[in-house]
C-alpha cells in the first residue's frame, strides 16, 4: 500500500482516535513507532515522518521495524529440515558393527534438533552407496536381538525398491528368513517381498521362490485379524495398504515369475501355491476378506492358471451373502479387474445375482463401478442383453443408477470403432433406444433423455438412424440440459457429421431449439448452421434453420 506524501498532520488525529492521548508519552511512542515506520515507508520524502521516526529511535534504539506493521497477528512457517546426528560418510567411516548400539539408543532431543527420521534417512542413503554395510547393520542389530526398531523398516524399504543382482537377492532374503523379525515386522518384509517378485521384472530368473513363499506362508500367521466392525469405504484399498493384501499379491506375482522360469506354463495350481491361496480362501477373519479382495481384482490370472480350482474356491463368494463384508469385499476386488471373455463366462450369473442387490450392497462409488462393469458385460459378452440384462437392470435400479447407466455406455460407444457401432446398434442398441422412448422397461428421466442425446455424436454410421429415435423423446428441461446441449451441437460440427447426415443434423437442430437455452449456448452453432445452409437441403429445412439461427442469435 502507497500512501500520498501530505499531510502526516493526520497522527495527532488518529492518536486521539485510537484513544493514546490518555496514555504516557513513552507508551504513546513505542507502541506508535511500527505505524510511524510505515508511514516514513510509505511517503519517505515526508519531512514530518522522517523527523518522528528518527524521535522514536532516538527514545527507543531496540526498536526493530515490523514486516507487517498494519497487522496485529500474522503466522509463518519456516520449512522443516530433517537432521541426523552423522553425516553419511560418518557412518560409513566405521563398519556398522561399531555405529549399532548408538543407533539403536539415539533419541529425539527436540525441535530443529537432530531425529530419529533423519537418523534413518542418513542410514538409507548410507546402506544405499554400500549395500555390504546396510547388511553389515542388520546383522549386527539382529545380533543385539533388537527386533522392533525403526532401522529394519528402514534397511527393508531400501531393499524393496532397489534394483538387486542375483547375489544381492540371495542376501535379501536370507535377511528376511529371522523368524524373530517376521513376528515382529509383518508388514514390511510382506512390501519387501511384494516389491521383490512384481517390480522388477529382470529378476524373475534369479529369485529364490522357495525360499520367499516359505517366508510369506509363514507371514500369515502374523498379519492382523483383529474383526471388529470397522468403516471400510473402499475395500481393496484398504487390502492392498495391509499386510494381508500384501501377501496375497505376493502369491500371485510369485506364480507370474515361477510361470515366467518354467519352460512350460502348467495348467494348474502346484501344491505350495495352492495351500497358500487356501489360507487366504478359507480365513473367515478381516485377514481373509482383504486377501480376497485382492485375489478377486485378478480373477482373469487366477482362471487362466488353473480354471476349475477358481471356479471352485473363488467365485462362490461372489453370491454368498451370508457375511455382507465378505461380499462387500470380493466384489470391490473384483470391480477394479479386467473382464475377460473367461471372466464373463464364469461370472454372468454372479453379475445378474449382484444386480438385485445394487441399491443395498454397494457404496455410492461401488455401485458406479459395477455398473461400469455391468454395461460392459451387456455391451460385449451377453448375446441379448434386451432379453434379462436390461430389464434386470431396471428391476432394481434407482434413479441415479439408471442415469449413470447412460452415461457408461455413452462412454463405450466413445471408444468404439464404427464396425463395433454399427454391431452393437443392430444387435440391441436401437431397440434398446425404441423400447426407451416407449417407456419399456422404464421411461426416460430428464437426465436420461439429455444424456442419450450425447451418444449421437458418435453414431457416426448410424446417425441418421439414431436422430429419428432421438426426436421422439420428449425434449424437457434437466439440470444436465444446458451443457450437453452445448456439447452435442459441438461435437456434430467437430465430427463434420453435417458432411455425410446434413438431413439429420438439421433435423436434431430443430429439435435441441425446443429448449430454450440460453441464446448463445451452442459452440460452433453459427459455423454449422452456415454449412448446412451451403448444403443439399429442403426448402422447408433450411428455412427452419434460419429460424433457429434467428431464435439463438446465430445469424
Given at each position: 500500500?502507497?500512501?500520498?506524501?501530505p499531510?502526516l498532520?493526520?497522527?495527532?488525529?488518529?492518536?486521539?482516535?485510537v484513544?493514546w492521548?490518555?496514555?504516557?508519552?513513552?507508551?504513546?511512542?513505542?507502541?506508535?513507532?511500527?505505524?510511524?515506520?510505515?508511514?516514513?515507508?510509505?511517503?519517505p520524502d515526508?519531512?514530518?515522518?522522517?523527523?518522528?521516526?528518527?524521535d522514536?529511535?532516538?527514545?527507543?534504539?531496540?526498536?526493530?521495524?515490523?514486516d507487517?506493521p498494519?497487522?496485529?497477528?500474522?503466522?509463518?512457517?519456516?520449512p522443516?529440515i530433517?537432521?541426523?546426528?552423522?553425516?553419511?560418510?560418518?557412518?560409513?567411516?566405521?563398519?556398522?558393527?561399531?555405529?549399532?548400539?548408538?543407533?539403536?539408543?539415539?533419541?529425539?532431543?527436540?525441535?530443529?534438533?537432530?531425529?530419529?527420521?533423519?537418523?534413518n534417512?542418513?542410514v538409507?542413503?548410507?546402506?544405499?552407496?554400500?549395500?555390504?554395510?546396510g547388511l553389515?547393520?542388520?546383522?549386527a542389530?539382529?545380533?543385539?536381538?533388537n527386533?522392533?526398531?525403526?532401522?529394519w523398516?528402514?534397511?527393508?524399504?531400501?531393499?524393496s525398491?532397489?534394483?538387486?543382482?542375483?547375489?544381492?537377492?540371495?542376501?535379501?532374503?536370507?535377511?528376511?528368513?529371522?523368524?524373530?523379525?517376521?513376528?515382529?515386522?509383518?508388514?514390511?518384509?510382506?512390501?519387501?517381498?511384494?516389491?521383490?517378485?512384481?517390480n522388477?521384472?529382470?529378476?524373475?530368473?534369479?529369485?529364490?521362490?522357495?525360499?520367499?513363499?516359505?517366508i510369506?506362508?509363514?507371514l500369515?500367521?502374523?498379519?492382523?485379524r483383529?474383526?471388529?466392525?470397522?468403516?471400510?469405504?473402499?475395500?481393496?484399498?484398504?487390502?492392498i495398504?495391509s499386510?494381508?493384501?500384501?501377501?496375497?499379491?505376493?502369491w500371485l506375482?510369485?506364480?507370474?515369475?515361477?510361470?515366467?522360469?518354467?519352460a512350460g506354463e502348467?495348467?494348474?495350481?502346484?501344491?505350495?501355491?495352492?495351500?497358500?491361496?487356501?489360507?487366504i480362501?478359507?480365513?473367515k477373519?478381516?485377514?481373509?476378506?482383504?486377501?480376497?479382495?485382492?485375489?478377486?481384482?485378478?480373477?482373469?490370472?487366477?482362471?487362466?492358471?488353473?480354471?476349475?480350482?477358481?471356479?471352485?474356491?473363488?467365485v462362490?463368494?461372489f453370491?454368498?451373502?451370508?457375511n455382507?463384508?465378505?461380499?462387500?469385499?470380493?466384489?470391490?476386488?473384483?470391480?477394479?479387474?479386467?473382464?475377460?471373455?473367461?471372466?464373463?463366462?464364469l461370472?454372468?450369473e454372479?453379475?445378474?445375482?449382484?444386480?438385485?442387490?445394487?441399491e443395498?450392497?454397494?457404496?455410492?462409488?461401488?455401485?458406479?463401478?459395477?455398473i461400469?462393469?455391468?454395461?460392459?458385460?451387456?455391451?460385449?459378452y451377453?448375446?441379448?442383453?434386451?432379453?434379462?440384462?436390461?430389464?434386470e437392470?431396471?428391476?432394481?435400479?434407482?434413479?441415479?443408477?439408471?442415469?449413470?447407466?447412460?452415461?457408461t455406455?455413452?462412454?463405450?460407444?466413445?471408444h468404439?470403432t464404427?464396425?463395433?457401432?454399427?454391431?452393437w446398434?443392430?444387435?440391441?442398441?436401437?431397440?434398446?433406444?425404441?423400447?426407451?422412448?416407449?417407456?419399456?422397461?422404464?421411461?426416460?428421466?430428464?437426465?436420461?433423455?439429455?444424456?442419450?442425446?450425447?451418444?449421437l455424436?458418435?453414431?457416426?454410421?448410424?446417425?441418421?438412424?439414431?436422430?429419428d429415435?432421438?426426436?421422439k423423446?420428449?425434449?424437457?428441461?434437466?439440470?444436465?440440459?444446458s451443457?450437453?446441449?452445448?456439447?452435442?451441437?459441438?461435437?456434430?460440427?467437430?465430427?463434420?457429421?453435417?458432411?455425410h447426415?446434413?438431413?439429420?443434423?438439421?433435423?436434431?437442430?430443430?429439435?435441441?431449439?425446443q429448449?430454450?437455452?440460453?441464446?448463445?449456448?451452442?459452440?460452433?452453432?453459427?459455423?454449422?448452421?452456415?454449412?448446412?445452409?451451403?448444403s443439399?437441403?429442403?426448402?422447408?429445412?433450411?428455412?427452419?434453420?434460419?429460424?433457429?439461427?434467428?431464435?439463438?442469435g446465430l445469424?
Amino acid at each position: 500500500m502507497s500512501l500520498p506524501s501530505p499531510p502526516l498532520r493526520l497522527l495527532p488525529t488518529v492518536a486521539t482516535f485510537v484513544g493514546w492521548d490518555s496514555h504516557p508519552l513513552e507508551f504513546r511512542a513505542f507502541h506508535g513507532a511500527p505505524w510511524i515506520d510505515w508511514l516514513h515507508k510509505s511517503a519517505p520524502d515526508c519531512s514530518l515522518a522522517k523527523e518522528a521516526l528518527d524521535d522514536v529511535l532516538s527514545r527507543f534504539p531496540e526498536f526493530q521495524p515490523s514486516d507487517h506493521p498494519d497487522l496485529t497477528h500474522w503466522m509463518s512457517s519456516v520449512p522443516g529440515i530433517r537432521q541426523s546426528p552423522w553425516s553419511v560418510d560418518e557412518l560409513l567411516s566405521k563398519p556398522a558393527e561399531e555405529w549399532a548400539d548408538e543407533l539403536l539408543s539415539f533419541q529425539d532431543t527436540g525441535i530443529n534438533e537432530p531425529d530419529r527420521l533423519g537418523l534413518n534417512i542418513a542410514v538409507s542413503d548410507a546402506a544405499k552407496r554400500d549395500f555390504q554395510w546396510g547388511l553389515d547393520l542388520a546383522d549386527a542389530v539382529a545380533k543385539r536381538r533388537n527386533w522392533d526398531t525403526d532401522l529394519w523398516n528402514t534397511l527393508m524399504r531400501l531393499w524393496s525398491v532397489t534394483e538387486l543382482d542375483q547375489n544381492r537377492v540371495c542376501q535379501v532374503i536370507q535377511q528376511l528368513e529371522r523368524i524373530e523379525l517376521q513376528k515382529n515386522c509383518a508388514r514390511p518384509i510382506a512390501e519387501s517381498l511384494y516389491n521383490l517378485v512384481s517390480n522388477n521384472q529382470t529378476q524373475h530368473a534369479h529369485i529364490p521362490l522357495t525360499q520367499a513363499n516359505q517366508i510369506a506362508a509363514n507371514l500369515w500367521c502374523h498379519v492382523d485379524r483383529d474383526d471388529g466392525r470397522r468403516e471400510i469405504g473402499s475395500w481393496l484399498t484398504a487390502a492392498i495398504n495391509s499386510t494381508a493384501g500384501l501377501l496375497a499379491g505376493f502369491w500371485l506375482h510369485s506364480l507370474n515369475c515361477l510361470r515366467k522360469q518354467q519352460a512350460g506354463e502348467p495348467d494348474d495350481l502346484s501344491p505350495a501355491y495352492r495351500d497358500a491361496l487356501l489360507d487366504i480362501v478359507e480365513d473367515k477373519t478381516l485377514a481373509g476378506r482383504l486377501g480376497r479382495a485382492v485375489l478377486a481384482r485378478y480373477l482373469s490370472f487366477l482362471i487362466g492358471v488353473d480354471r476349475d480350482w477358481t471356479e471352485a474356491k473363488l467365485v462362490p463368494f461372489f453370491t454368498n451373502r451370508s457375511n455382507v463384508e465378505d461380499y462387500q469385499a470380493i466384489w470391490d476386488g473384483f470391480l477394479y479387474g479386467r473382464l475377460s471373455p473367461a471372466v464373463a463366462e464364469l461370472m454372468g450369473e454372479a453379475f445378474l445375482d449382484a444386480v438385485s442387490r445394487i441399491e443395498q450392497d454397494f457404496s455410492v462409488e461401488g455401485k458406479k463401478q459395477f455398473i461400469a462393469r455391468y454395461t460392459e458385460m451387456l455391451t460385449y459378452y451377453a448375446d441379448d442383453p434386451l432379453e434379462v440384462w436390461i430389464p434386470e437392470f431396471f428391476n432394481h435400479a434407482g434413479v441415479n443408477a439408471r442415469r449413470y447407466f447412460a452415461i457408461t455406455i455413452g462412454n463405450r460407444l466413445e471408444h468404439m470403432t464404427d464396425s463395433q457401432q454399427r454391431e452393437w446398434w443392430e444387435l440391441w442398441g436401437k431397440r434398446y433406444w425404441e423400447y426407451r422412448t416407449q417407456g419399456v422397461p422404464a421411461s426416460l428421466s430428464a437426465d436420461e433423455i439429455w444424456i442419450q442425446l450425447c451418444w449421437l455424436p458418435d453414431l457416426k454410421e448410424v446417425f441418421s438412424e439414431a436422430v429419428d429415435l432421438a426426436v421422439k423423446m420428449q425434449p424437457v428441461e434437466s439440470k444436465v440440459q444446458s451443457a450437453n446441449s452445448s456439447r452435442v451441437v459441438y461435437l456434430v460440427y467437430k465430427n463434420e457429421l453435417w458432411k455425410h447426415h446434413p438431413k439429420a443434423v438439421a433435423k436434431l437442430l430443430s429439435y435441441l431449439d425446443q429448449i430454450k437455452s440460453r441464446p448463445l449456448a451452442w459452440p460452433n452453432g453459427k459455423e454449422l448452421i452456415e454449412k448446412l445452409l451451403r448444403s443439399d437441403l429442403s426448402c422447408e429445412l433450411k428455412q427452419g434453420l434460419r429460424e433457429v439461427a434467428a431464435r439463438r442469435g446465430l445469424m
